[in-house]
């Protein structure tokens, strides 16, 4: 038994240290490019912001979800996608990021800073993988490799 802790604690934390690179700096210019790109949280993982915001995958990657897509087609921040709601959970896309009134571009601070949801994902249902109650058991991993 004790083994088994012990040789779970050290498989997941080799795992852990091969695929956090990875996992970094994924599409940095795309969250450049949205307004509080860098404080979207991870609805899925409590304290932790998302870096793929508009992929299926939080650390980026992945298929895109529907913010992704929508994303891709506008090419950029527009007015249209602003109003949109690609995830669908009656909150506009701009009302998720901090801009409410849609008139953000890039390199400004965006009317709001605080209180930011994820454009993609569904706040009502986000369909974790690993629902945000066991995320947080580990979170003291989350500290060490959140970059
Ligand atoms: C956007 O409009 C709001 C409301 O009129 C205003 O408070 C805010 O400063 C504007 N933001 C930018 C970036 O122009």
Redesign the pocket.
Known sequence: MMLNVLSFAVWSLTLMTVLAPLAVDSYPSNRDRIPNGYRVPDPCRPGRTAQGVGHVLADGGGARNGFGQAFAAAGGWTSALCNADSDGDGISNGAELGDP?C???QG????STSGITHPGINNDNPNCFVPPWLWKLFLGWTVIFEP
Do not use: G, K, L
């Open positions: 009134n008139n953000w571009s400004q601070t965006p009317e």
